[in-house]
């Protein structure tokens, strides 16, 4: 079907679940209003990112009266938005929430915890242990948060799941000045959304959030990416934005036609390969 | 073409928006600055006018009496420009009051009190007014260590900490700061006709180069040597920056707890903001 999904491109403060909440709220209500029938939001929407030793105290639980309240609100628009969860266990996860008419969709837990350079998330968090794709009133979607999208494998399992519309959530920092036009992260996202829904043959919604943590910017240009690679639509560099864009059913229908790779992958090949390299590896 | 260019509109976007983001997320609207008629002072002062509107921009100079007399011209020249704040305070009241109790102090002694002098002028300063404190020290200075610790390295916020001496002055001049600031060559200004490059015995271009492909790029020793830099700069630099490390770190915290400091108890400055 046709649709219209917004990407929320807000600045969280960080540690302030209230005051985040708030603003998650407004962007809802500002979707509901302007006709949208999906909101996507950054990673960690709900909380800020570098939170370091705050990630127990603004852990939610699904069962969260602010979750809740959410629920609530995917009555008038599908919503996906991000936080950290925290389980009976007390495992705290980088979560993706996909709510829709009233429930909980589908939660994703980020895989890929990056760990390296300026990041620091295995240090505070759990890894998820799984990729699923799941089915929405759009067709069916796969989830990813920021760093999943870095492994091809991800966005592959997705695809071949059945996904055909992916979505995600980034807080991705802006950083690699040179004479290019853009940032250096900037420009490896841009290429890798890009070269990901044209691989999968599948559209891409990335949201990412913009502000400073501690000097560390957030370079937001959220982006709607159609199937066959092409920018739909693209929001602003380094501040904050709405970017709503029209979804079109027929666009990926003959995209599937023309570039029918997908319907051509060979899952069984691949899968007895990568039992080969395990077997091989000793794994 | 060198490493170190960069695309100034983007990078004056980035740092005007760090200088507005967190400055007023601490719930403040005011920078506070000395301005010592050098250039990396007046890109500061001109990105925070920007940020905060120049009426929110409170810029001191605080020349000693051995002070070349230019630079206040050139940092009034900077204030006028933008229409900030500004003020000149005299250290050599305070600064010769300390050392009539200790006379035999050396050339790097006395550089280093006037800079703590200026630092608690600053601080003062940003109680009077309300502000922050923005920091004025680049990348170059602080790899090398050519600063004052709780000196000029003393700020709350610093928009230029991340960029080399050879990008300040290409923001310099994409932003408008007057020729003659940009022009001059460096100097701490301690004593009459000092100059930075003089004293460290190299160019801050060539120093750029290098530390761009030691740092930024983690190039290997033999990787900077085929890459046409003589070993010895190679080494003089590291050395620099190494034995400088402790300049740019908190001080060190005998650990007893559970959670100790800044090593087990870690929070963005950030936090709640």
Request: aromatic share 8%; hydrophobic share 40%; charged share 25%.
């Amino acid at each position: 079907m046709d649709f219209t999904v917004a990407l929320a491109q807000i600045k969280p403060k960080l540690g302030c679940l209230a005051d985040n909440m708030a603003l998650a709220e407004a962007a809802i209500e500002k979707g509901i209003s302007d006709g949208a029938d999906l909101i996507v939001f950054p990673e960690l929407s709900l909380t800020g990112y570098f939170l370091k030793d705050l990630v127990p105290d603004v852990a939610l639980r699904l069962d969260d009266p602010q979750i809740e309240t959410l629920k609530l609100l995917s009555r008038r628009i599908s919503i996906a938005i991000g936080l950290v969860e925290v389980t009976s266990d007390y495992r705290f996860f980088n979560t993706a929430l996909y709510l829709e008419d009233g429930e909980v969709r589908h939660v994703h837990r980020k895989v890929y915890l990056p760990t390296y350079g300026l990041f620091d998330e295995q240090r505070y968090l759990a890894r998820g242990d799984r990729f699923r794709a799941f089915d929405t009133r759009f067709g069916r979607f796969g989830m990813l948060i920021c760093e999943d999208m870095w492994h091809i494998s991800a966005p592959y399992i997705l695809a071949m799941d059945g996904a055909t519309t992916l979505l995600c959530l980034s807080s991705s920092p802006g950083r690699g000045i040179s004479e290019a036009e853009g940032l250096g992260s900037a420009g490896a996202w841009q290429r890798l959304t890009s070269t990901t829904a044209m691989f999968l043959n599948c559209r891409v919604f990335y949201c990412n959030r913009v502000g400073y943590e501690d000097g560390i910017n957030f370079w937001g240009g959220s982006e709607v990416i159609a199937p066959s690679g092409e920018v739909a639509v693209r929001g602003a560099i380094l501040d904050e934005d709405f970017v709503l864009a029209k979804v079109d059913e027929g666009a990926l229908r003959r995209e599937r036609i023309f570039s029918p790779m997908m319907r051509d992958e060979n899952m069984a090949l691949t899968v007895k390969e990568l039992r080969r390299i395990e077997r091989d590896r000793g794994c | 073409m060198s490493a170190l260019t960069v695309n100034t509109a983007l990078l004056r976007k980035m740092l005007v928006g760090f200088v507005r983001d967190e400055v007023t997320k601490v719930g403040v609207k005011k920078g506070v600055l000395g301005l010592s008629g050098g250039i990396d002072s007046a890109l500061v002062a001109f990105i925070a006018a920007e940020a905060l509107g120049p009426e929110n921009v409170y810029a001191y100079t605080m020349p000693y009496r051995t002070s070349n007399p230019e630079s206040e011209a050139h940092a009034k020249l900077v204030a006028d420009a933008l229409g900030i704040n500004y003020q000149v305070i005299e250290i050599t009241p305070m600064v010769d009051a300390y050392f009539a109790l200790v006379p035999d102090a050396d050339n790097m002694r006395r550089g280093n009190k006037m800079a703590r002098e200026r630092m608690t002028i600053l601080y003062d300063h940003s109680a009077a007014v309300g502000g922050l404190v923005l920091g004025t020290s680049n990348k170059t200075e602080l790899l090398l260590g050519y600063g004052t610790l709780h000196g000029d390295m003393a700020s709350a916020l610093n928009p230029i900490g991340d960029i080399y001496k050879s990008q300040v002055w290409a923001l310099s001049e994409a932003m408008g700061v007057p020729r003659e600031v940009i022009e001059k060559k460096p100097s701490a200004d301690l004593w009459a006709g000092q100059t930075d490059e003089q004293e460290l015995g190299f160019s801050y271009r060539d120093a750029d180069e290098l530390l761009y492909r030691m740092v930024d790029q983690r190039m290997s020793r033999e990787e900077l040597i085929q890459a046409g830099f003589a070993p010895d700069f190679i080494d003089n630099v590291h050395r620099k920056v190494q034995g400088s490390h402790f300049k740019r770190r908190l001080p060190v915290i005998a650990k007893v707890s559970n959670r100790t400091i800044d090593r087990d108890f870690r929070y963005a400055r950030d936090w709640g903001k």
